[in-house]
């Protein structure tokens, strides 16, 4: 069974930075691309930055460039979102999703077959 | 503003069939797979159809997708009340270099 559990979210405030981690398991982790997406309170979902099966190829939203990284360590499977320059509106909550294995594009994203439970990123003073 | 328009709101009656429009363009649904995904609040996301119109698993054959040019819609048939839920419709966007997706639809029975 595939399982995706998020930690390190929390407060914190604005121009502060957190990491994200998203432990996976009951699949092949090094074959599949892996995802962030968000949602802020009362808005809809955003994709945030994924990463191919190697860690070889990234892509990211614009709103996060320059300062959210993604990363993976496959020895531990695990992908993890650097989030620096924290800003309110990043205030969501964060989920991590695995990309399907169905005709992925650039390696990168896809189908988000299954998603972990979230975790809130709250940025405030 | 969203690149992929959904109508904000939607709703049907038990039994009964409606759609979901998804409307892009040339550089998102024009040239790349459309995916649908439920979302209950609350709960994690659910995919519901891939590559334009293809069910996981699981997920019950009242639900359907198609796409035609730039604009895609999901069919629910068949009307359940825990059809209630956001849905969303997403595609890779060229221009954007970005996985983009629509403003979600509500949906009521």
């Known amino acids: 069974e595939v399982q995706l559990l998020e930690s390190g979210g929390g407060l914190v405030q604005p121009g502060g930075s957190l990491r994200l981690s998203c432990a996976a398991s009951?699949?092949?982790?090094?074959?599949?691309?892996m995802t962030w997406v968000r949602q802020a309170p009362g808005k809809g979902l955003e994709w945030v930055s994924g990463?191919?099966?190697?860690?070889?190829?990234?892509y990211a939203a614009d709103s996060v460039k320059g300062r959210f990284t993604i990363s993976r360590d496959n020895s531990k499977n695990t992908v993890y979102l650097q989030m620096n320059n924290l800003r309110a509106e990043d205030t969501a909550v964060y989920y991590c999703?695995?990309?399907?294995?169905?005709?992925?594009?650039?390696?990168?994203?896809?189908?988000?077959?299954?998603w972990g439970q979230g975790s809130l990123v709250s940025v405030s003073s | 503003q969203t690149v992929l328009t959904q109508p904000p709101s939607a709703s049907g009656t038990p039994g009964q069939r409606v759609t979901i429009s998804c409307s892009g363009s040339?550089?998102?649904?024009?040239?790349?797979?459309i995916y649908w995904y439920q979302h209950v609040p609350g709960t994690s996301p659910k995919l519901l159809i891939y590559?334009?119109?293809l069910r996981p698993s699981g997920v019950p054959d009242r639900f359907s997708g198609s796409k035609s040019g730039t604009s895609g819609s999901l069919a629910i048939s068949g009307l359940q009340s825990d059809d209630e839920a956001d849905y969303y419709c997403?595609?890779?966007?060229?221009?954007?270099?970005?996985?983009?997706f629509g403003g979600g639809t509500t949906f009521t029975v």
């Open positions: 590559n334009n119109d």
């Open positions: 040339g550089s998102n649904i024009g040239s790349h797979p």
């Open positions: 990463i191919s099966g190697n860690g070889g190829s990234i």
């Open positions: 999703a695995k990309v399907g294995p169905f005709l992925t594009i650039l390696g990168v994203v896809g189908s988000f077959d299954h």
């Open positions: 997403a595609a890779w966007d060229d221009s954007l270099e970005a996985y983009v």
């Open positions: 009951g699949f092949t982790f090094s074959n599949s691309a």
